[in-house]
Nanobody
């Protein structure tokens, strides 16, 4: 059973930073594309960042240069370092996996995701 446990969300001021973590279990880690999705109030869920099994990364245009996705294979843990946060980054953030293969398609078509961690950016 695939399970994710996200943590690290919170409330910060614009310009601040947060680091999200996601502990994964229930499948062989580092064999699939993994990523972070987010859903803001009243909006559809969208892809934020993704990482291939070989470590190649991709980002939504809205977060390029500010967010960094990484993983620790020994700990089965995915991270999202978020810097220079903006009010429009406010959302529930979800860790997710695309089990169709080891490489990310760019479409963020994830099969499983966690319950999420809330990020609020406000002054």
């Amino acid at each position: 059973q695939v399970q994710f446990r996200e943590s690290g969300g919170g409330s910060v001021q614009p310009g601040g930073s947060l680091r999200l973590s996601c502990a994964a279990s229930g499948y062989i880690y580092n064999t699939y594309c993994m990523g972070w999705l987010r859903q803001a109030p009243g909006k559809e869920r969208e892809g934020v960042a993704a990482i291939d099994s070989d470590g190649s990364t991709s980002y939504a245009d809205s977060v390029k240069g500010r967010f960094t996705i990484s993983q620790d294979n020994a700990k089965n843990t995915l991270y999202l370092q978020m810097n220079t946060l903006k009010p429009e980054d406010t959302a529930m953030y979800y860790c997710a996996v695309d089990t169709s293969g080891p490489y990310c398609s760019g479409a963020y078509q994830m099969d499983y995701w966690g319950k999420g961690t809330l990020v609020t950016i406000s002054s």
